[in-house]
Structure formats: structure tokens, C-alpha cells
């Protein structure tokens, strides 16, 4: 059977479901991990889930950050956060389907390399790293979502000029590897070992889609025995280049299972 599962960090739910409902039913997918969702609880639009027949789970705050998983089947189990820790639960939601594990995070973006927030940044991968070795077992699992790190320089338009920013510097870098040494497998590059594959292209750089100028931060990361399994992984740069988009675009994943 193949199953299909995207990463999408929306930046902000209301504002895109223009994009993400259409794209949803064109692209039969499974499992939809979005990220800054930018909207508590309460207002989220799940009604417009509903009626094209998916179910939703959500963990977010008002507009910041925010988690959410849509899927065709209703998960087993539903968490957010890092165990008993509120603050993170807008940043990471884990949803089970039979022996499949999807965790979704929103890793903070970092700010400065000289602000407390990159430290922050630094940290939550140790934590994550933690919560990992301690909740998951290494069998069918998927890491997904908007991880803020363009993990080497094919991922990034021009390596030399970014390699002080907080998504390329070489100790976040070496901080989201160190979450992989696991045994996580980024998917797409199995795939797709080339060069100029992005999945976000700042909104403030003039035509940053057509020049190329983007970077890969949005990530599929599967343990070995489901990367094995891994079909085919791709970005899709239509949702990019409509009417109103997100800075970021869906990056899909297909597994034999």
C-alpha cells in the first residue's frame, strides 16, 4: 500500500487554507504535519478538515508558533510537548497510526548566532535528542517538519554567505546531526542527492523562487527500516507560487507499507 505523508510549515493556518484544502484532495496524501499554525486552540479551523474527510490534532498558541497533524486515518495516541513540559507544546505534536510513529516539530529558528535564542535553539535538539531516546522505539518512526537547519551547503543558495546565520551555522548543524545519529535517514536525498532543492524562499528577496534562491530546512527524516521502504520523496513548488503563499512549500515523502 503507499502511503504518503508531507511536512508543510503553513505560516499561518487561517491564512493559507486556500493553498492547503486543495492541495490536500489533489495530492491524496496521508499525513499532513503543518507547522506554525499561528492560532490557539480554540480558533482552529478544523471544520474545514473535516469536510474533506481528514482528522485533525493541533497544539498551538495565538499568533506564534503552533503543530498539527491531518490525517485520513484517527491516530491511536495524540501528545504534545516534551513530556510534562507546556511551554513546548506548540513547537512538537506526536500522533501514532498502528505501528507508525509521526513526530511533527517546529524547531526554534535561532534568531542571532550571538542571542540567547540560538543557545535556546542549541538546547531544544538536546532535549529532542532526549525525549527521543526515551519515548521512541526505532522501528517505524518519522521526524518531520520544520527543523531550521539547511544541513549542508548543497541545501542552501550560497553556503559562503549564510554560514554565520542561525539555520546554517556549523553548530546547529552539527546539533541536528546529533539528533539523527539515532538512526534517523533524510529520505529525499535518497532520492534526490543534488544540489538547489529548497523548500523555503524568504518572502523578502525579490523573486526568490525563480532565481533559485532558497534553502532546504523542511525535513523527512525515517528510521532505517521505513526509509527502506521510502518510494520516492519530492518538493512541490506550486503551493509556493500561488496567490498569498506560505514562505515555505510541501515537501512529500511516499513509503511501501
Same mark, same amino acid.
Given at each position: 500500500?503507499?502511503?504518503?505523508?508531507?511536512?508543510?510549515?503553513?505560516?499561518?493556518?487561517?491564512?493559507? *487554507?486556500?493553498?492547503?484544502?486543495?492541495?490536500?484532495?489533489?495530492?491524496?496524501?496521508?499525513?499532513?504535519?503543518?507547522?506554525?499554525?499561528?492560532?490557539?486552540?480554540?480558533?482552529?479551523?478544523?471544520?474545514?478538515?473535516?469536510r474533506i474527510g481528514y482528522h485533525i490534532v493541533f497544539s498551538g498558541s495565538k499568533g506564534r508558533n503552533g503543530v498539527a497533524?491531518?490525517?485520513?486515518?484517527?491516530?491511536?495516541?495524540?501528545?504534545?510537548?516534551?513530556?510534562?513540559?507546556?511551554?513546548?507544546?506548540?513547537?512538537?505534536?506526536?500522533?501514532?497510526?498502528?505501528?507508525?510513529?509521526?513526530?511533527?516539530?517546529?524547531?526554534?529558528?535561532?534568531?542571532?548566532?550571538?542571542?540567547?535564542? =540560538?543557545? =535556546?535553539?542549541?538546547?531544544?535538539?538536546?532535549?529532542?535528542?532526549?525525549?527521543?531516546?526515551?519515548?521512541? &522505539?526505532?522501528?517505524?518512526?518519522?521526524?518531520?517538519?520544520?527543523?531550521?537547519?539547511?544541513?549542508?551547503?548543497?541545501?542552501?543558495?550560497?553556503?559562503?554567505? *549564510?554560514?554565520?546565520?542561525?539555520?546554517?551555522?556549523?553548530?546547529?548543524?552539527?546539533?541536528?546531526?546529533?539528533? &539523527?545519529?539515532?538512526?534517523?535517514?533524510?529520505?529525499?536525498?535518497?532520492?534526490?542527492?543534488?544540489?538547489?532543492?529548497?523548500?523555503?524562499?524568504?518572502?523578502?528577496?525579490?523573486?526568490?523562487?525563480?532565481?533559485? *534562491?532558497?534553502?532546504?530546512?523542511?525535513?523527512?527524516?525515517?528510521?532505517?527500516?521505513?526509509?527502506?521502504?521510502?518510494?520516492?520523496s519530492y518538493i512541490d513548488l506550486k503551493p509556493r507560487l500561488m496567490k498569498k503563499p506560505s514562505d515555505h512549500t510541501p515537501?512529500?515523502?511516499?513509503?511501501?507499507?
Amino acid at each position: 500500500m503507499r502511503f504518503r505523508i508531507a511536512t508543510f510549515n503553513v505560516n499561518s493556518i487561517r491564512s493559507r *487554507l486556500h493553498i492547503v484544502i486543495p492541495w490536500l484532495r489533489e495530492n491524496q496524501i496521508d499525513v499532513l504535519c503543518m507547522q506554525e499554525t499561528k492560532v490557539d486552540d480554540r480558533n482552529f479551523p478544523e471544520a474545514d478538515f473535516h469536510r474533506i474527510g481528514y482528522h485533525i490534532v493541533f497544539s498551538g498558541s495565538k499568533g506564534r508558533n503552533g503543530v498539527a497533524i491531518a490525517s485520513l486515518q484517527e491516530p491511536n495516541e495524540v501528545a504534545s510537548g516534551f513530556d510534562s513540559e507546556p511551554e513546548d507544546r506548540d513547537r512538537l505534536i506526536r500522533a501514532r497510526f498502528g505501528d507508525m510513529d509521526i513526530i511533527n516539530t517546529y524547531v526554534p529558528q535561532g534568531f542571532k548566532i550571538d542571542s540567547p535564542k =540560538y543557545q =535556546y535553539k542549541l538546547e531544544w535538539f538536546n532535549r529532542l535528542k532526549d525525549y527521543f531516546k526515551r519515548t521512541i &522505539k526505532m522501528d517505524y518512526t518519522v521526524w518531520c517538519g520544520d527543523i531550521n537547519v539547511a544541513p549542508e551547503d548543497k541545501d542552501v543558495h550560497n553556503p559562503e554567505r *549564510l554560514k554565520n546565520h542561525v539555520c546554517f551555522h556549523i553548530n546547529a548543524r552539527k546539533a541536528f546531526e546529533s539528533v &539523527k545519529s539515532l538512526g534517523f535517514v533524510d529520505v529525499f536525498r535518497i532520492h534526490h542527492p543534488e544540489s538547489g532543492q529548497y523548500t523555503f524562499f524568504d518572502y523578502r528577496v525579490r523573486n526568490s523562487v525563480e532565481r533559485g *534562491l532558497g534553502w532546504r530546512v523542511d525535513h523527512i527524516l525515517a528510521t532505517e527500516k521505513l526509509a527502506e521502504r521510502c518510494v520516492d520523496s519530492y518538493i512541490d513548488l506550486k503551493p509556493r507560487l500561488m496567490k498569498k503563499p506560505s514562505d515555505h512549500t510541501p515537501l512529500v515523502a511516499e513509503f511501501d507499507i
